[in-house]
């Protein structure tokens, strides 16, 4: 297994080196914005701890990032009129991950609306800035 490396894309977002559009934060976990979300309101929940996937990662810190994905995933069917939640998280990338610092996907679904493809599609900074805005209030 590779060691952690914090040079990726989601520990400069916890360094506040890159941009995000946050949601929540707590001592120990952070929600963001996936900037390509396969479906309105698609978040990712990380570990503030580095852990590069479930398999690195303390049980404890996975729990809790568990315990704030189903927070959201609850606010985000109120505002996203959501009829369900898809929740994904991949581990290495024969496990489909791309971004090598744990995170859990979490995303509303409305019934008959197939996600889009990974990464398919870079969502408008203003349309993420509102929802982003609308979660966050909700999960106040
Ligand atoms: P993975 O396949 O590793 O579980 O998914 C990585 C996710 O990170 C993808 O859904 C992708 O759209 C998202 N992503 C990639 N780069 C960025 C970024 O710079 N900012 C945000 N907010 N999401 C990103």
């Known amino acids: 297994m590779p060691a952690y490396d914090p ?8 360094r506040g080196e890159l941009p995000c559009f946050k949601v ?6 952070f929600a963001f914005l996936d900037i390509m979300p396969r479906a309105p309101g698609h978040t990712l929940v990380i570990p503030k701890a580095p852990a590069r996937n479930i398999l690195d990662c303390p049980a404890d810190d ?4 568990a315990k704030v994905a189903q927070k ?5 069917v109120g505002v996203f ?10 581990n290495e990338g024969a496990g489909g991950q791309v971004v090598f610092h744990l995170h859990v996907h979490v995303i509303p679904r409305k019934a008959g609306v197939m996600m889009k493809p990974p990464a398919s599609e870079k969502e408008k900074p203003e349309v993420l ?8 209030a909700a999960l106040a």
Not at 24 to 29: C, I, N, R, T, V
Not at 62 to 65: E, S, Y
Not at 72 to 76: D, E, P
Not at 129 to 136: G, I, M, S
Request: without cysteine; aromatic residues 8%; charged residues 25%.
């Open 7 to 14: 040079n990726n894309i989601f520990a400069k977002i916890l």
């Open 24 to 29: 929540y934060e707590d001592d120990k976990a």
């Open 62 to 65: 996975l729990a809790h990032v």
């Open 72 to 76: 959201i995933a609850k606010a985000s």
């Open 81 to 90: 009129g959501a009829d369900g939640v898809t929740v994904q998280q991949f």
């Open 129 to 136: 800035a509102e929802q982003a805005k609308k979660l966050a």
